[in-house]
Nanobody, 122 residues
């Protein structure tokens, strides 16, 4: 069982920045893909970004690719989502998850964290 713990969510003004972290308890997850998803109230969960631990290859939701950066710190078993120029529509609970494929398909992510809340509001 892989445990994932997200942190870094907060209330931020439009145009601001946040740095989300996801720590995994399982070092073997370094062979996997780590993804970030988000879910806003009343909406379905959507893919945000994902990164391969080994290669560093990454993919993004189109609406965030010029504002968000996903990275990993293998030594700390941590994946980072650096978010800039935040918009009110980025408000959601953000979850990290583990997959064996670099994909936006949430059904292929086997383990999930509890999430961290991001609220973008003035």
């Amino acid at each position: 069982q892989v445990q994932l713990v997200e942190s870094g969510g907060a209330l931020v003004q439009p145009g601001g920045s946040l740095r989300l972290s996801c720590v995994t308890s399982d070092p073997t997850s370094s062979h996997y893909v780590m993804g970030w998803f988000r879910q806003a109230p009343g909406k379905e969960r959507e893919f945000v970004a994902a990164i391969s631990w080994i290669s560093g290859y990454n993919i993004y939701l189109d609406s965030v690719k010029d504002r968000f950066i996903i990275s990993r710190d293998s030594a700390k078993n941590t994946v980072i989502l650096q978010m800039a120029r935040l918009k009110p529509e980025d408000t959601a609970r953000y979850f990290c998850a583990v997959s064996t494929a670099l994909t936006a398909d949430e059904t292929l992510y086997a383990y999930w964290g509890q999430g961290t809340q991001v609220t973008v509001s003035s």
